[in-house]
Structure formats: structure tokens, C-alpha cells
């Protein structure tokens, strides 16, 4: 029922099973953050691993023999993607501690196996960085990074104000050449005790006509995935879209609105047994946000999306006609 996760460890003295960590939800389990390995030059057998289990996933250490788990990382963001250093004296991951929008690449030392933020080291400040590739022998990177509209670019770490040496560009002239509209990262305020509903605002580049502006919500699909970032967005194609639309006078809304991905556990399962009902709020939140704060039409309101995003604009056809 995807409900527990357990880390179990078997050894050829004895030959049976031995729980180290168990994480139990009563929603699901994340199919994300379950990477786990060895420390093989630790004094102690050591596990390290992720775990979701304080709502948000992070680094831990296992000590085998004493059954002692320790924190290498906490607090409100999530650690993914993590290796290990060559030394095994540290742990390269992507976090992203300052917004849930902007991923970069930390360094976190194993020295004493015990959390403190004076062990962490951000590597880059691009706020963008999607993947990463250590060198065997030394600390050096390669980087996968990217902006709004920047596709997925090569990078290596240097000394560089974002930390990053490009070392590709794919976009043509034609492409850099165009005048891109940058999203606005905003917090549209929730009234469910959700708190604030990140999203992305693409506000019209016209006039405001009589009545205000007409409306458009894009709505994402997967239901997980995060697509108020500053990467490359999943939906670049509707990006550009959301661009002919504004340039015709039309504000856009992107939310992440709950169920999406980047926000921790309670974000992600708030949907449980309830599927379209907390988006649905969120989606409706972010019409009356356009409407009091930029003087947006009521009246002329539409939606779309595909997947998720298109169970989700039948949802809004059906239980919200009035919006």
C-alpha cells in the first residue's frame, strides 16, 4: 500500500534480516528520495541515506553497531541527488534552502556526522542547477543548469559570482534574439490554512481594457512536479504561449498549487482521498489574487492544461462554472 519504507541490512554472520529504518505515512511513500549507500572507510559500518520522515527529505547517517541515526542536514527545504565525496569526508547534493524555486549545489561535511549549518557549503548561487557529475579522484563537477529560458545547459564549478563556468550554449541567434517575457515569482495568499500558493505571473503586456484584463490559468500535469522554478520550466512550450498571450492582453497564472513537487511532504499528500478539491481551492485562490491585486476580469476566466493539468480544467468546469 506504499505506506512503509523499510532499510534493512544483511550480513553473512548472520543471515537474517535486521531493520535499521523504517518510514511509515499515512498517506504514500515518496518514489522520490530513497537513495541510500555505504561510508566503506568508516571506522563503524555506516549507512547513509534519505528519508522524507520529519515532512522534508534529508541526509542521514546510520551507525550500525550503536543503532544511532544522525542528521546531517534539516529543516524546511529538501536534499536530492546525493554523492559522495572521493574522500568520503563529505556529500555533494542539490538542496534548495532559500526558496523552493532555486536549486544549487551544496557540499555537506561528514566530519562529525552531526547537523550544523556551518558545514554546509553552497557551491553555486545560479539557483537553477538540475543535475550534476562528480570526478572520480577530485572535488570538481560538471553541471547541468538552466534558467526560464535557457534550455539545459553544460557547466563546471569555478570561482564565478554563480559559481558556474558555462561550457555550452544551444539556444540559436534567432532564439536569444527574442524578447522573452521573465515570470514574475509571486505568492498568491491561500484563505484554506494552506498558507501561500506559489506561482509564476505573466501579467499582460497591454492596456487595461474596460473591465480588466481576461484571464488564463495554466495548470501543470503529474500532480507531483514543480514547475515554479527557476529552471527551465517543464512546459516551455506553453511558456512561449503564455507569451503570445499576454502580448494580446491576457494575464497568465502558473501555480504549484498542492500536490506539487519541491514543498515537502505535507504539501504533497495534502490531496489524499480529496484529489482535485485542494487544487481546485488553490486554482480559485489564484483568480481572486489576479482580480483584487491586478485588476483582472472576473468574467473572462479560462483554464488549460493536459494530464493533470486537463483532469484538473474538468474539475474547474464542473465544481466552479461560477469561476
Request: aromatic letters at 14%; hydrophobic letters at 35%.
Amino acid at each position: 500500500d506504499n505506506k512503509d519504507r523499510w532499510i534493512a541490512t544483511l550480513s553473512a554472520d548472520a543471515p537474517q534480516l535486521v531493520e535499521r529504518h523504517r518510514l511509515n505515512d499515512p498517506a504514500w511513500i515518496n518514489w522520490r528520495y530513497n537513495e541510500m549507500g555505504w561510508l566503506s572507510d568508516a571506522t563503524e559500518p555506516t549507512l547513509w541515506f534519505l528519508s522524507e520522515h520529519t515532512g522534508f527529505s534529508h541526509l542521514y547517517l546510520a551507525d550500525i553497531n550503536s543503532d544511532s541515526i544522525s542528521a546531517v542536514t534539516e529543516g524546511a527545504f529538501e536534499v536530492s541527488q546525493p554523492q559522495l565525496s572521493s574522500d568520503e569526508r563529505a556529500v555533494f547534493a542539490l538542496a534548495n534552502p532559500n526558496d523552493p524555486g532555486r536549486y544549487d549545489l551544496y557540499r555537506f561535511e561528514l566530519a562529525d556526522g552531526d547537523f550544523a549549518r556551518d558545514n554546509w557549503t553552497a557551491l553555486t548561487r545560479h539557483g537553477g542547477v538540475e543535475s550534476f557529475a562528480l570526478h572520480p579522484t577530485t572535488d570538481q563537477a560538471v553541471l547541468r543548469y538552466s534558467n526560464s529560458y535557457l534550455p539545459p545547459q553544460a557547466g563546471r564549478l569555478d570561482d564565478s559570482e554563480t559559481g558556474i563556468e558555462p561550457l555550452t550554449d544551444t539556444r540559436t541567434e534567432a532564439y536569444r534574439g527574442l524578447d522573452w517575457q521573465a515570470p514574475q515569482f509571486v505568492q498568491v495568499p491561500g484563505r484554506h490554512d494552506q498558507g501561500s500558493v506559489p506561482a509564476k505571473f505573466y501579467p499582460a503586456r497591454t492596456p487595461r481594457p474596460e473591465g480588466g484584463h481576461p484571464v488564463v490559468l495554466f495548470v501543470h500535469g503529474a500532480g507531483y512536479l514543480q514547475n515554479v522554478w527557476q529552471r527551465y520550466p517543464n512546459y516551455f512550450r506553453e511558456q512561449m504561449f503564455h507569451n503570445f498571450l499576454t502580448e494580446r492582453g491576457y494575464h497568465v497564472l502558473d501555480m504549484d498549487f498542492r500536490a506539487s513537487a519541491g514543498y515537502g511532504r505535507d504539501w504533497r499528500t495534502a490531496i489524499y482521498r480529496q484529489m482535485g478539491t485542494p487544487e481546485l481551492e488553490d486554482l480559485i485562490d489564484g483568480v481572486s489574487w489576479l482580480v483584487e491585486e491586478h485588476g483582472a476580469n472576473p468574467d473572462r476566466v479560462g483554464l488549460y492544461g493536459g494530464s493533470y493539468g486537463g483532469f484538473m480544467a474538468f474539475m474547474a468546469l464542473f465544481n466552479a462554472p461560477d469561476v
